[in-house]
Protein backbone atom coordinates (compact mmCIF):
# COMPACT_ATOMS: atom_id res chain seq x y z
CA UNK A 1 0.00 0.00 0.00
CA UNK A 2 1.60 3.20 -1.22
CA UNK A 3 1.19 5.32 2.44
CA UNK A 4 -1.92 4.68 3.25
CA UNK A 5 -3.41 5.27 -0.50
CA UNK A 6 -5.25 2.01 -1.51
CA UNK A 7 -6.68 1.47 -5.13
CA UNK A 8 -10.08 -0.18 -5.91
CA UNK A 9 -9.66 -3.32 -7.37
CA UNK A 10 -10.16 -1.74 -10.88
CA UNK A 11 -7.69 0.74 -10.99
CA UNK A 12 -5.62 -1.78 -9.14
CA UNK A 13 -5.40 -3.83 -12.13
CA UNK A 14 -4.28 -0.95 -14.57
CA UNK A 15 -1.59 -0.05 -12.08
CA UNK A 16 -0.46 -3.45 -12.34
CA UNK A 17 -0.53 -3.11 -16.07
CA UNK A 18 2.10 0.41 -16.23
CA UNK A 19 5.24 -0.09 -17.77
CA UNK A 20 7.99 -0.12 -14.59
CA UNK A 21 9.93 3.94 -15.37
CA UNK A 22 7.16 5.04 -18.07
CA UNK A 23 6.05 8.14 -18.37
CA UNK A 24 2.42 7.97 -17.70
CA UNK A 25 -1.00 10.16 -18.72
CA UNK A 26 -4.10 9.28 -17.37
CA UNK A 27 -6.71 11.04 -18.82
CA UNK A 28 -10.12 11.70 -17.34
CA UNK A 29 -8.16 11.19 -14.11
CA UNK A 30 -10.71 13.06 -11.68
CA UNK A 31 -9.09 12.46 -7.74
CA UNK A 32 -5.72 11.49 -9.27
CA UNK A 33 -5.51 8.07 -7.15
CA UNK A 34 -3.64 5.72 -9.86
CA UNK A 35 -0.91 8.56 -10.96
CA UNK A 36 -0.38 9.56 -7.42
CA UNK A 37 -0.66 5.88 -6.15
CA UNK A 38 1.76 4.76 -9.21
CA UNK A 39 4.00 7.70 -8.10
CA UNK A 40 3.94 6.63 -4.37
CA UNK A 41 5.27 3.58 -5.72
CA UNK A 42 7.97 4.76 -7.84
CA UNK A 43 6.67 2.71 -10.43
CA UNK A 44 6.40 5.97 -13.00
CA UNK A 45 9.24 8.22 -14.14
CA UNK A 46 6.47 11.39 -14.76
CA UNK A 47 2.63 11.56 -14.43
CA UNK A 48 0.18 14.15 -16.11
CA UNK A 49 -3.37 13.63 -14.92
CA UNK A 50 -6.00 15.69 -16.82
CA UNK A 51 -9.56 16.27 -16.95
CA UNK A 52 -12.08 17.47 -18.91
CA UNK A 53 -13.61 19.56 -15.78
CA UNK A 54 -12.32 21.95 -13.15
CA UNK A 55 -14.03 20.05 -10.13
CA UNK A 56 -12.64 17.08 -10.92
CA UNK A 57 -8.91 18.72 -11.59
CA UNK A 58 -8.84 20.11 -8.64
CA UNK A 59 -9.84 17.28 -6.78
CA UNK A 60 -6.84 15.26 -8.05
CA UNK A 61 -4.68 18.76 -7.52
CA UNK A 62 -5.52 17.39 -3.44
CA UNK A 63 -4.82 14.25 -3.88
CA UNK A 64 -1.49 15.47 -4.71
CA UNK A 65 -1.20 17.73 -2.07
CA UNK A 66 -2.29 15.37 0.31
CA UNK A 67 0.27 12.17 -0.45
CA UNK A 68 3.05 15.09 -1.08
CA UNK A 69 3.73 14.16 -4.60
CA UNK A 70 4.57 15.84 -8.01
CA UNK A 71 1.85 14.90 -10.84
CA UNK A 72 1.61 17.43 -13.61
CA UNK A 73 -2.30 18.49 -13.61
CA UNK A 74 -3.92 19.58 -16.45
CA UNK A 75 -7.46 20.73 -18.03
CA UNK A 76 -8.86 19.37 -21.11
CA UNK A 77 -10.48 17.37 -23.43
CA UNK A 78 -8.88 14.01 -23.85
CA UNK A 79 -5.36 14.16 -25.12
CA UNK A 80 -5.70 17.47 -26.64
CA UNK A 81 -3.37 18.92 -23.96
CA UNK A 82 -0.87 15.72 -24.27
CA UNK A 83 1.59 15.57 -26.95
CA UNK A 84 3.16 12.52 -28.17
CA UNK A 85 6.90 13.25 -27.36
CA UNK A 86 6.22 13.56 -23.77
CA UNK A 87 4.14 10.24 -22.06
CA UNK A 88 4.58 6.70 -23.18
CA UNK A 89 1.73 5.37 -21.77
CA UNK A 90 -1.84 6.40 -21.46
CA UNK A 91 -4.59 5.37 -19.70
CA UNK A 92 -8.41 5.86 -20.23
CA UNK A 93 -11.21 4.53 -17.24
CA UNK A 94 -13.72 4.80 -15.86
CA UNK A 95 -16.10 6.40 -19.04
CA UNK A 96 -17.90 4.68 -21.47
CA UNK A 97 -16.69 2.84 -24.72
CA UNK A 98 -17.74 5.53 -27.01
CA UNK A 99 -16.05 8.49 -25.22
CA UNK A 100 -13.18 6.58 -24.95
CA UNK A 101 -13.56 6.07 -28.65
CA UNK A 102 -14.15 9.16 -29.59
CA UNK A 103 -10.76 10.64 -27.19
CA UNK A 104 -8.77 8.11 -29.62
CA UNK A 105 -10.41 9.34 -32.69
CA UNK A 106 -9.82 12.68 -31.97
CA UNK A 107 -5.52 11.58 -31.53
CA UNK A 108 -4.68 9.78 -34.41
CA UNK A 109 -1.03 9.61 -33.06
CA UNK A 110 -1.75 6.71 -30.30
CA UNK A 111 -2.06 4.32 -33.04
CA UNK A 112 1.28 4.83 -34.77
CA UNK A 113 3.25 2.27 -32.40
CA UNK A 114 5.22 4.51 -29.63
CA UNK A 115 1.78 4.45 -26.76
CA UNK A 116 0.66 1.48 -24.49
CA UNK A 117 -2.95 2.45 -23.67
CA UNK A 118 -4.92 1.32 -21.11
CA UNK A 119 -8.45 1.16 -21.65
CA UNK A 120 -11.07 0.38 -19.28
CA UNK A 121 -14.64 1.46 -20.79
CA UNK A 122 -17.90 1.25 -17.76
CA UNK A 123 -19.79 0.51 -20.73
CA UNK A 124 -20.37 0.04 -24.43
CA UNK A 125 -17.28 -2.34 -24.39
CA UNK A 126 -18.03 -3.92 -27.94
CA UNK A 127 -18.31 -0.34 -29.62
CA UNK A 128 -15.12 0.58 -28.07
CA UNK A 129 -13.45 -3.05 -29.54
CA UNK A 130 -15.07 -2.43 -32.89
CA UNK A 131 -13.23 1.19 -33.02
CA UNK A 132 -10.08 -0.16 -31.98
CA UNK A 133 -10.64 -3.20 -34.49
CA UNK A 134 -11.34 -0.81 -37.22
CA UNK A 135 -8.75 1.88 -36.73
CA UNK A 136 -5.55 0.63 -36.05
CA UNK A 137 -5.47 -0.96 -32.90
CA UNK A 138 -5.01 -4.42 -31.42
CA UNK A 139 -5.58 -5.78 -28.18
CA UNK A 140 -2.25 -6.93 -26.52
CA UNK A 141 -4.31 -8.43 -23.62
CA UNK A 142 -7.57 -8.13 -21.78
CA UNK A 143 -8.62 -9.26 -18.47
CA UNK A 144 -11.77 -8.65 -15.90
CA UNK A 145 -12.16 -7.37 -12.71
CA UNK A 146 -14.45 -7.31 -10.26
CA UNK A 147 -15.09 -4.13 -8.48
CA UNK A 148 -17.96 -3.86 -5.72
CA UNK A 149 -19.82 -6.20 -7.54
CA UNK A 150 -19.69 -5.28 -11.02
CA UNK A 151 -17.39 -6.87 -13.52
CA UNK A 152 -15.58 -4.45 -16.07
CA UNK A 153 -13.06 -5.10 -19.26
CA UNK A 154 -9.19 -3.49 -19.10
CA UNK A 155 -7.52 -3.49 -22.30
CA UNK A 156 -3.88 -3.36 -23.15
CA UNK A 157 -3.71 -1.37 -26.48
CA UNK A 158 -1.23 -1.17 -28.62
CA UNK A 159 -1.10 -0.33 -32.57
CA UNK A 160 -1.40 -3.18 -35.11
CA UNK A 161 -4.42 -5.02 -36.57
CA UNK A 162 -6.54 -7.20 -35.20
CA UNK A 163 -10.16 -9.07 -36.47
CA UNK A 164 -12.64 -10.17 -33.79
CA UNK A 165 -15.46 -12.26 -34.29
CA UNK A 166 -18.91 -11.03 -33.33
CA UNK A 167 -18.89 -12.70 -29.95
CA UNK A 168 -15.38 -11.49 -28.90
CA UNK A 169 -16.35 -8.26 -29.88
CA UNK A 170 -19.38 -8.09 -27.20
CA UNK A 171 -17.54 -11.03 -24.89
CA UNK A 172 -14.14 -9.54 -25.14
CA UNK A 173 -11.36 -10.56 -27.13
CA UNK A 174 -8.82 -12.71 -24.95
CA UNK A 175 -11.21 -13.73 -22.04
CA UNK A 176 -11.19 -17.81 -22.53
CA UNK A 177 -9.37 -18.36 -19.82
CA UNK A 178 -10.64 -15.63 -17.48
CA UNK A 179 -12.07 -16.34 -14.32
CA UNK A 180 -14.88 -14.39 -14.56
CA UNK A 181 -15.50 -14.74 -18.74
CA UNK A 182 -18.68 -17.29 -17.99
CA UNK A 183 -20.21 -14.45 -15.60
CA UNK A 184 -19.20 -12.11 -17.97
CA UNK A 185 -20.78 -13.31 -21.40
CA UNK A 186 -23.79 -14.29 -19.16
CA UNK A 187 -24.41 -11.00 -17.87
CA UNK A 188 -24.29 -9.83 -21.93
CA UNK A 189 -26.91 -12.46 -22.72
CA UNK A 190 -29.35 -11.39 -20.62
CA UNK A 191 -28.66 -7.99 -21.03
CA UNK A 192 -29.20 -8.50 -24.92
CA UNK A 193 -32.34 -10.82 -24.10
CA UNK A 194 -33.86 -8.31 -22.32
CA UNK A 195 -33.44 -5.85 -25.22
CA UNK A 196 -35.09 -8.13 -27.32
CA UNK A 197 -38.08 -8.72 -25.49
CA UNK A 198 -38.11 -4.91 -25.40
CA UNK A 199 -38.32 -5.12 -29.11
CA UNK A 200 -41.15 -8.13 -29.03
CA UNK A 201 -43.97 -5.82 -29.99
CA UNK A 202 -42.57 -3.33 -31.86
CA UNK A 203 -44.23 -3.18 -35.64
CA UNK A 204 -41.31 -0.86 -36.79
CA UNK A 205 -39.43 -2.99 -39.44
CA UNK A 206 -36.42 -1.24 -38.24
CA UNK A 207 -36.66 -2.74 -35.09
CA UNK A 208 -37.73 -6.60 -36.38
CA UNK A 209 -34.17 -5.85 -38.27
CA UNK A 210 -32.52 -5.05 -34.81
CA UNK A 211 -33.81 -7.94 -33.03
CA UNK A 212 -32.44 -10.46 -35.72
CA UNK A 213 -29.22 -8.64 -35.02
CA UNK A 214 -29.15 -9.13 -31.29
CA UNK A 215 -30.53 -12.71 -31.81
CA UNK A 216 -27.09 -13.18 -33.70
CA UNK A 217 -25.28 -11.60 -31.19
CA UNK A 218 -26.96 -13.86 -28.29
CA UNK A 219 -25.78 -17.05 -30.75
CA UNK A 220 -22.22 -16.00 -30.82
CA UNK A 221 -22.22 -15.48 -27.39
CA UNK A 222 -23.78 -19.15 -27.12
CA UNK A 223 -20.96 -20.32 -28.41
CA UNK A 224 -18.25 -18.36 -26.88
CA UNK A 225 -19.47 -19.25 -23.50
CA UNK A 226 -19.78 -23.42 -25.11
CA UNK A 227 -15.92 -22.58 -25.96
CA UNK A 228 -14.88 -20.98 -22.04
CA UNK A 229 -16.00 -24.12 -20.67
CA UNK A 230 -14.77 -26.50 -22.92
CA UNK A 231 -11.28 -24.37 -21.95
CA UNK A 232 -11.87 -24.18 -18.26
CA UNK A 233 -14.23 -27.56 -17.31
CA UNK A 234 -13.32 -30.20 -15.24
CA UNK A 235 -9.51 -31.69 -16.68
CA UNK A 236 -8.44 -28.65 -18.03
C1 LIG B 1 -15.92 8.21 -13.42
S1 LIG B 1 -14.55 9.28 -13.54
C2 LIG B 1 -13.22 8.11 -13.69
C3 LIG B 1 -12.04 8.47 -12.83
C4 LIG B 1 -10.86 7.52 -12.94
N1 LIG B 1 -10.27 7.58 -14.26
C5 LIG B 1 -11.29 6.10 -12.64
O1 LIG B 1 -11.27 5.26 -13.55
O2 LIG B 1 -11.66 5.82 -11.49
C6 LIG B 1 -14.64 9.92 -15.20
C7 LIG B 1 -13.86 11.19 -15.37
O3 LIG B 1 -13.64 11.39 -16.76
C8 LIG B 1 -13.75 12.77 -17.03
N2 LIG B 1 -14.00 12.92 -18.47
C9 LIG B 1 -15.14 12.60 -19.14
N3 LIG B 1 -14.99 12.86 -20.45
C10 LIG B 1 -13.72 13.34 -20.62
C11 LIG B 1 -12.97 13.80 -21.72
N4 LIG B 1 -13.49 13.83 -22.96
N5 LIG B 1 -11.71 14.22 -21.51
C12 LIG B 1 -11.16 14.21 -20.26
N6 LIG B 1 -11.83 13.79 -19.18
C13 LIG B 1 -13.09 13.37 -19.34
C14 LIG B 1 -14.87 13.23 -16.12
O4 LIG B 1 -14.81 14.62 -15.90
C15 LIG B 1 -14.59 12.42 -14.86
O5 LIG B 1 -13.78 13.11 -13.95
Known amino acids: MARGLELTPRLRRLADWVPLGTRLADIGTDHAYLPVWLVLEGQVASAIASDLRPGPLQRAKETAKTYGTE ?39 TAMGHHTLLLQPMTRSEALRLFLM ?13 DRGTIYPCMEVIAGQMRLSTGQLWGGAFLRQDPLGDTYIIQKIIRLQSAIAGLRHSER ?16 LLSMREEWRHANGPGN
Open 205 to 220: PDDYEKADRLREIVTA
Open 134 to 146: DHGYAIKREALVL
Open 71 to 109: IDCRLCNGLTCITPDEVDTIVIAGMGGETIAAILSAAPW
